[in-house]
């Protein structure tokens, strides 16, 4: 009997490596076979020939950077048309090295699922050719991280937590306050000012901390956060801010409310 004929696949897998925020400790055991599996690898970049923040925790890490690892370059814009070209040349780009047949791994800061370059471009890639398969390695996300480094809890027990940019402003963020009793605000660098009168007003300085290149070799952790006011910060910066006051529901605990039903239809 004839062994069945495999089909060769037409492309490589498209592998999103999640590094950590930036201490490479925090690579996880998966993450670094992938980047030592023999696959090519791919790095995001802001403008061509720029350093990248991914490429540089691998580095710092001792992992040899291949001779033929490929920049993606991802311009930091809003503006539509420019990111609409910048995507389509990264997908075509990333495609045309899959086409060859062998894997690529695309190395991302922090966590691929979080806040991550990498969805969008899988995304933009399977637009082009469907079959392409995608391998998502997770990571330990940048607000995981900062904490652990701040020594703090994100939730404990029935405590709730929100994660959005800071970009969604200062009325948002003052209503979300009273909704979770944690909120990580990502990416305050523009707004920091607004944000920390409007944790002046509330009461609430004293309960946030500010974490900057969270696992870099300049890693900054301050609680004092109002000595931050008028500061220039990175852009690779969050703000951990908790509400212990905040005014919490009644928790529906399915578990209790079927032990009393067990306990009245017991006594009845």
Sequence with gaps: MNAPTLTPRRFGRLIGVSLGPGDPDLITRRGWAALQSGARWAYPVKRAEESSYALDIARRGGLAVPDDAVELVFPMTRDAITLAKAWARAAAQTLQLLA?????????????STYSTFRHLARAVRELAPEVEVDTIPGVSSFAAAAAVADLALAEEDETMAVIPAAYGTAVIDHLL??????????????????????????????????????????????????????????????LVQNPKRQRGELRRGCRKR??????????
Excluded at 103 to 108: G, I, M, R, S
Excluded at 210 to 227: L, N
């Design 100 to 112: 060859e047949g062998r894997d690529l791994a695309f190395l991302v800061e922090g966590d691929a």
């Design 178 to 239: 009273d909704e979770f009793d944690t909120l990580v605000l990502m990416k305050v660098k523009p707004l920091l000012d607004e944000v920390l009168d409007l944790l002046e007003r509330r009461g609430l300085l004293a309960s946030s901390c500010f974490v900057e290149k969270v696992g870099a070799p300049k890693q900054r952790v301050v609680h004092d956060v109002a000595s931050l006011r008028g500061e220039k910060v990175n852009y690779l910066s969050l703000l």
């Design 259 to 268: 032990a009393e039903q067990q306990a009245v239809t017991a006594v009845s």
